[in-house]
């Protein structure tokens, strides 16, 4: 894949999808992504481009621009998740967007996550500790965040910004627990 370094924003996605005439979100395609390499899988250029224009209900993208955002997505994406959690950034709209759309972002965002769990065939069972079993459970309830009216209180943007933490903070604990490399054994290590 590409070898960009930036991960491409909510709005410059945004903007492509309306120029190739995609159904769907930024966040909820990032949330997807996400969801699947924390469930281990990997996909190739081609399967993540014919991916994503299935999650998004278009034709693959013919034109550069639109090849080299999700290309970029994708490589930056999983740099990301495996360099944990001071790289790794969700896609949602910033801060010049009101908190309703933020928390409507986020909810669509952990719905996506999800989503691309499952598709990968992450499980949720004993492999996965406590917390990790509890997170998930979190970034389920966070799909609601769609249906909730939020307000221009300073508590509601405290609050969205907690959740917007917690949830960036769930998805790289949730890929390292689930993309931890088993250590080759040593056979002629000696114990003492």
């Avoid at 909810?107 to 992450?122: N, P």
């Amino acid at each position: 894949m590409s070898s960009s370094t930036a991960l491409p924003d909510f709005d410059s996605l945004s903007n492509l999808f309306i120029q190739i005439g995609a159904l769907g979100s930024p966040s909820e395609l990032h949330g997807t992504l996400c969801g699947f390499l924390t469930a281990g899988r990997r996909w190739s250029t081609d399967d993540w481009l014919k991916q994503s224009a299935q999650l998004l209900d278009i034709d693959v993208p013919e034109s550069a621009q639109a090849k080299t955002a999700l290309a970029q997505l994708y490589d930056v994406t999983l740099r990301q998740l495996e360099e944990g959690v001071f790289e790794f950034t969700l896609i949602v709209p910033d801060d010049d967007y009101a908190v309703a759309q933020r928390s409507q972002a986020l909810g669509s965002w952990c719905y996506g996550f999800l989503h691309g769990y499952g598709m990968g065939g992450g499980q949720v069972d004993e492999n996965l500790d406590e917390d990790a079993r509890e997170s998930i459970q979190d970034l389920s309830r966070f799909t609601q965040l769609s249906d909730m009216a939020l307000e221009e209180q300073e508590s509601d943007e405290a609050d969205l910004m907690e959740l917007l933490e917690y949830v960036r903070v769930v998805a790289i604990m949730l890929f390292t627990a689930c993309n931890q490399q088993e250590q080759p054994v040593n056979p002629n290590r000696t114990l003492h």
